[in-house]
């Protein structure tokens, strides 16, 4: 069974960056599709960005041009997070699986805090 660690996680000023880090325990995301997830209090989780194994990715709309997913080698992936708002204030989960929405391995998370 493979384990997930995320870091990378803060507290940052809005129009901050962040760079979120997914590091597996196994050799993985150059043949098994992996996205970044989050969960705001009081909501339900939510695809961030999803990349599949042929490099392709796809990003939700509220961060789509400020976030960018990429695998740094095949242990690792990460989110490069720009122009933060306060709105993405969550726990950023790393999952890996068939595709990027149908995960069925997930890490712990990081929580990202992004002041006004």
């Known amino acids: 069974q493979v384990e997930l660690v995320e870091s990378g996680g803060g507290l940052v000023q809005s129009g901050g960056s962040l760079r979120l880090s997914c590091a597996a325990s196994r050799s993985l995301f150059s043949i098994a599709a992996a996205a970044w997830y989050r969960q705001a209090p009081g909501k339900q989780r939510e695809l961030v960005a999803g990349?599949?194994?042929?490099?392709?990715t796809n990003y939700a709309d509220s961060v789509e041009g400020r976030f960018t997913i990429f695998r740094g080698n095949v242990n690792t992936l990460y989110l490069q997070m720009n122009s933060l708002k306060p709105e993405d204030t969550a726990v950023y989960y790393c999952?890996?699986?068939?595709?990027?929405?149908?995960?069925?391995?997930w890490g712990k998370g990081t929580l990202v805090t992004v002041s006004s």
């Open positions: 999952g890996t699986g068939a595709t990027p929405y149908n995960i069925n391995t």
């Open positions: 990349i599949r194994s042929g490099g392709s």
